[in-house]
């Protein structure tokens, strides 16, 4: 496949208001200009020109009054989600939010009731966390397993019987699901959806999938939409998807939650009307028809620089490091990067990465108990970026726990 799009362009975000640029100047205010954050999940990449062009076409004659969905904007969703993922979706199941984590707090809130259980799979994207204990609803934490294969690389999966009986306690109500999952970058095979299909539907859980990142998987895996695999998952699903992850939009801020039950639907949009959670943004659904409709190119090209620069990643762990590993993923722009062995506490962990190393990851720790040691890394970057990174990071390595360096 040839190259169309220039995913190597340098670019500095600093001064503008970028979250995760500004949490990296906190920490060291006189940081060098060519040393970028690789934390929070949006990218230090430039949009796909056919968003820009199209945008900047847009203003040209938009009146940026109240607005919400139309039918081009239904036509580009519905067509996305059918040939991306075989996933025939209808136009009164589709409802708009800021946001699939403000999504998930409004699900949360309509499906399960105060100290009524909600089961997530740790460790897991951190607004998870506080999704339920904020809306006072009890975290039932269904752990991963985490093991080893023939060759040390670590797997993780699910417990399907500790899964089975916390959703046979008549108190929990609801699963929460991060497909693929986040920070782990696992893509759910089709027989694990189809087991925690089984035991939620025998049990009458509502599932909340949060598929987010559905879009971004690696060749030679495929991510199924759980709810397409039989009309009774779907009757029992909110599926939260959207096209800020896959285009760099997340500051557009918009979602498209998927209900195919009406009696759900209808509870969750009265959950919206409490919180008075409306999308007026007349850009925001600009920005999503033109993304789904006119740059799949930039897409499909995109998932060959996440799958080089995770490739690059593991590559250097297994040549420099000893101990310390990085997981290559299935799906998602993050990887997960071990560095327990050092034997470092979360926040000496953070410390060293943030003041010795002039890295700035996500810290492992957010994401559970189970997080502890790791570090999550956003590959969503230009190439040149993680290889400056890789090199500081084994040069301090190297000084301050050599043992753990090869070719020291």
């Not at 946001?99 to 949360?108: C, D, E, K």
């Not at 998602?332 to 060293?352: H, M, P, V």
Request: a neutral charge; charged letters at 30%.
């Amino acid at each position: 496949m040839s190259k169309k799009y220039d995913f190597e362009i340098i670019l500095s975000r600093k001064g503008q208001g970028s979250y995760k640029w500004e949490q990296m100047y906190e920490v060291l205010p006189e940081l060098e200009d060519d040393i970028v954050p690789f934390s929070v999940a949006d990218m230090e990449l430039k949009i796909a020109p056919e968003i820009t062009e199209g945008m900047k076409k847009y203003i040209d004659e938009a009146v940026l009054g109240y607005s919400g969905t139309y039918p081009k904007y239904y036509e580009a969703v519905i067509g996305w989600m059918e040939r991306r993922h075989g996933f025939k979706v209808e136009k009164d199941w589709i409802l708009c939010t800021p946001g699939v984590v403000s999504a998930i707090y409004v699900a949360i809130k309509a499906f399960a009731k105060e100290n009524e259980g909600v089961i997530m799979f740790t460790p897991v994207y951190y607004p998870f966390y506080s999704a339920i204990t904020s809306n006072k609803r009890k975290l039932v934490d269904c752990g991963l397993v985490e093991s080893k294969n023939e060759n040390g690389e670590i797997k993780y999966s699910i417990d399907f019987e500790k899964f089975e009986e916390f959703a046979k306690d008549e108190n929990n109500k609801v699963l929460l699901l991060c497909s693929p999952h986040n920070p782990l970058g696992i893509v759910w095979s089709r027989e694990d959806l189809k087991k925690i299909g089984k035991i939620v539907v025998e049990n009458d859980l509502i599932v909340i999938s949060d598929e987010i990142h559905f879009d971004i998987v690696m060749a030679g895996h495929k991510h199924t939409v759980f709810q397409t695999l039989s009309e009774k998952f779907a009757e029992i699903t909110i599926t939260c998807t959207a096209p800020t992850k896959s285009f760099n939009l997340a500051g557009a801020g918009i979602s498209n939650i998927i209900i195919k039950n009406e009696k759900l639907r209808k509870k969750f949009k009265a959950e919206m009307e409490k919180m008075s959670m409306h999308v007026f943004a007349t850009l925001s659904y600009k920005a999503c028809e033109l993304a789904y409709a006119e740059a799949e190119e930039w897409l499909d090209e995109f998932l060959l620089l996440i799958d080089k620069n995770q490739k690059l990643v593991n590559k250097f762990f297994e040549e420099k490091f000893i101990n310390l590993k990085a997981l290559l993923i299935q799906g998602t722009y993050l990887q997960w990067l071990d560095f327990r062995s050092l034997g470092l506490k979360n926040k000496e962990l953070a410390e060293f990465m943030n003041k010795k190393a002039r890295i700035f990851f996500s810290e492992g720790y957010t994401f559970g108990k189970a997080g502890g040691g790791f570090e999550r890394v956003n590959l969503a970057v230009p190439t040149e970026y993680l290889e400056k990174m890789l090199e500081r990071l084994y040069e301090v390595l190297k000084i301050e726990f050599p043992k753990f360096c090869k070719n020291k």
